[in-house]
């Protein structure tokens, strides 16, 4: 057994401080002078220097000056296969996909190719502060395969699955639903639970699934029910009439996994820009996870997550927060939390009536708002809650009551944010038809 103490500056959370508003320092631990005590690499004890040293005399410590010393970051959503394409120019989602990724995603094929991709990637999330993520693969095996065996070489925790696509891109990248089925298995049976490493059944996105492969996925996720479900949803307005064209039996996008039953407290769709009110209170009440990536959204131009309306305690989802690179054109979780702040603010010129009285809502502004102490606690201790919790949040009582929309809004409600399948007329008729499903009533 091997014992070692660092001394040093530490910060860190101990709840969420959305739960604390006014008083979010109530959510964190700060130790000027702290010892960790970690034995075996697992943490034995932390606290005040004064009183942890005394508990285990004898050890070797390591100080550690003129730092603040943090948990690793958790990036919810990433594509290590996008690596040598971060920063693309010129295009939204699904031309970016075309011209860009799937043409670069294919070269993983190549074991070489794969091996030296999945090196740098994992250097540059260890050189941001990385030590834990959510990873999308390639739809052969081989990128999921030595992302595994270098993530267990470094100890490092990664959640990845190969990442299944069977529809609308080019024929030699689209894999069959037989075939990601059997890889899926396979994957499984080798990496899930060996060391730190984690499997996520993966279908890359309901644009690009048949029903056949979200029912592989479905009999995947049946059959290994202690496996995660990552997947993307409502990022780009084009991409989510894409879908209710592909899946026109659903009502919306959230629809088409919750058909597959996938939704559930190990679920992870990542983006949710374009999630109307009643998806996310469907969401919250299945415990299942959002993740923002918002650096993402911003640099594809896909649009401006709703983090006020998300973290309403009538229906707060759990989220993560993610790079997405190459979407996203950073590695570092900090620079996440640097855009995801500004798109706070964005939201926030609808949302303090000045354009339109009708959606002020004021409650929901100051949830838009990312305070430092909001977003360390989203990049740390959250994350894991939102991969790993298996009680929903709503059902989570807060220690103060956070303000919600309900209780302060004075002007009508908000009005849907929803996708339509069909240009703008067409919209309104298909909304009439049924009761609008993103009133927060
Ligand atoms: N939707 C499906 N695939 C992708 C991807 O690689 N990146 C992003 N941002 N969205 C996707
Ligand atoms: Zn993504």
Redesign the pocket.
Known sequence: MSTIGIRGTFFDFIDDPWKHVGKEQDAARFHKDGLLVVTDGIIADFGPYERVAAAHPGIVISHIKDRIIVPGFIDGHI?LP?TRILGAFGEQ?LPW?QTW?YPEELKYKDRDYAREGVKRFLDALLASGTTTCQA?TSSSPVATEELFEEAARRNMRVISGLTGIDRNAPAEFIDTPENFYRDSKRLIATYHNKGRNLYAITP??AY?ASPDLLKACQRLKHEHPDCWVNT?IS?NPS?CRGVLVEHPDCEDYLGVYEKFDLVGPKFSG??GVYLTNGEFRRMSKKGAAVVF?PC?NLF?GSGLFRLGRATDPEHRVKMSFGT?MG?GNRFSMIQVLDDAYKVGMCNNTMLDGSIDPVRKDLAEAERNKLSPYRGFWSITLAAPKASTSTTSSATSRPARKPISSRSIRTAARSPSRGISRSPPRAAGRARSRKRPTCFSA
């Open positions: 594509h996008q989602l996909l990724v999308f890359r996105f690009g993307h990022e991409e990542g983006h990536c993402s594809l997405d979407g």
